[in-house]
């Protein structure tokens, strides 16, 4: 019996190469969320009525709306305004903007969830605004915020496969174009299944192992 | 640029494809309530092999994009000669994905019923029917309402992905103006705002229940 054949091993080559371009662009959505969440999340605690407001609408819209219509909103009418980005960048960007969205919240209720005291202490202490954030507020509130940053990590690299839908040669795509060369779909899309599953999975060990080392923190 | 006479001229169609992404939703929804409250059941069963099969299910459906498995049922079934319409499908691929979330929260609503009240049920002798019925179910259910309601609306914002196995909801809809007409604006900005509002709406009763039990919830325990 063939098992290359059985296990259609020939198009893995292809798929890795989708894959490596899905790590690719995983990599670098969650570095822009990364940063973008801290700025949204602070935004929406400065005392402005105004600045609030408009980052609280920042933030509704693009959870109220779907990452897949948001992405095809900037690949197909930014264009029409003169405003054309590589795909990538498209996809980079729009799924940064999705997730900076759900990453504020995760930042907000990180640093809303440090008690009043230590506040007061560093205040006590004689420590200006910046070195009481940096010194005393962020140690504390980066770790309860790392459990929640790692579900975000497993949810963007499933969410990248939407972005196989405005062109990009990543695995979902990979996996759609080695189906219509070969035709053998049972086989390749186990091996996408296969591959995105090798990716997420390790996640949860770390979001796990992110638990219990914020759960010691305490 | 934008122009409000195409737009009122594509909103039948595209409040069909809206009729389509409700139908979607709440048949997903149906799916994943029973899924998932098999899957927490099979979690807590006595037989090893059933929890391991659950905890694989819901590690496989986590771990993997939900559009791969649309992709994976709307092209591989066929090929064993089972055919679905494409909206069958996706409601299916919706209640699987979902179901394995929602696991989660029927586990939560269980153990959150104190250990006290499972043993004053034992102690009076209720049978697990009477136990679950009378006892155990009536205290998990309301905390589970408000979380339920967020994954409700999580799944309405997931079907727009069904277009990508050619289901006409409302971003199928979109897409097929766009690409008849060659305008990408009015279709697409009128499917955001409508996908926005109805998640807003609902956003907003679900922030009512969840302060309904939340007030019900502390009431019991004072």
Redesign the interface.
């Known amino acids: 019996m063939d098992w290359g054949h059985l296990l259609a091993l020939d198009t893995l080559p292809q798929l890795l190469k989708g894959a490596a371009v899905t790590l690719k662009i995983t990599l670098m959505t969650a570095v822009l969320a990364f940063i973008l969440s801290f700025v949204v999340g602070f935004l929406r605690l400065v005392p402005n009525r105004w600045v609030r407001r408009l980052v609280t609408a920042y933030v ?2 693009l ?4 990452a ?3 992405l ?2 900037l690949f ?2 930014l264009p ?2 003169g405003l054309s980005l590589p795909p990538t960048a498209t996809a980079v960007i729009g799924l940064g903007l999705n997730l900076s969205a759900y990453g504020s919240e995760v930042v907000r209720a990180g640093i809303l969830a440090i008690g009043k005291g230590q506040h007061e202490g560093a205040a006590a202490l004689g420590l200006n605004r910046v070195q009481t954030y940096r010194l005393v507020i962020l140690p504390q509130a980066l770790v309860a915020m790392l459990p929640s940053f790692g579900n975000l990590l ?1 949810e963007l690299v ?5 972005v ?2 405005i062109t990009i040669t990543e695995l ?1 795509f990979s ?2 174009q080695m ?1 219509v060369t070969t035709g053998r ?2 086989e390749i ?2 091996w ?2 296969l591959l ?2 090798a990716m ?2 390790p996640l ?1 060990w770390v979001v796990r192992g992110a638990e219990r080392y914020a759960a010691r923190y305490r | ?1 934008f122009s409000f006479e195409f737009l009122i001229r594509i909103l039948p169609d595209l409040l069909r494809g809206l009729v389509v992404t409700v139908e979607a939703t709440l048949g997903g929804f149906a799916l994943a309530l029973i899924v998932g409250l098999a899957l927490a059941l099979g979690r807590r069963s006595g037989v090893r092999a059933l929890r391991l099969f659950c905890d694989g299910y819901i ?2 459906m ?8 649309l ?2 049922v709307f ?2 079934l066929p ?1 064993y000669g089972i055919r679905f319409p494409a909206l069958m499908t996706g409601i299916l691929c919706l209640g699987l994905h979902i179901g394995a979330y929602i696991a989660e929260v029927y586990r939560a609503g269980i153990d959150g019923v104190p250990d006290g009240q499972w043993e004053a049920a034992r102690a009076l002798g209720l049978k697990p029917y009477a136990l679950w019925t009378r006892v155990v179910l009536p205290q998990a259910l309301p905390p589970m309402i408000p979380p339920l309601g967020n994954f409700l609306i999580g799944l309405f ?5 069904l277009a ?1 196995i050619t289901v006409v909801d409302i ?1 199928g809809a979109a897409n097929n103006v ?1 690409g008849l007409t060659y305008r ?2 009015e279709p ?2 009128a ?2 705002v409508i ?2 509002a109805v ?2 709406i609902a ?1 907003y009763f679900v922030r009512k229940l969840e302060r309904r039990f939340d007030r019900t919830a502390s009431g019991q325990s004072g």
């Not at chain 1, 499933?158 to 939407?162: V, W």
């Not at chain 2, 986590?62 to 498995?69: A, E, G, I, W, Y």
């Open positions: 509704e819209i959870r109220g709306t779907s897949i219509v948001q095809f909103y197909f009418i029409a305004f497993i499933k969410a990248t496969s939407l196989s839908l979902t996996g759609r189906v779909s049972v899309w186990t996408v299944m995105y599953f997420a999975y949860t | 640029m590690a496989l986590r771990c993997t994009p939900l559009l791969v498995q992709y994976f092209y591989v090929s914002k997931e079907t727009p992905l990508a971003f766009a990408y604006n697409y900005t499917a955001a996908l926005l998640s807003l956003a």
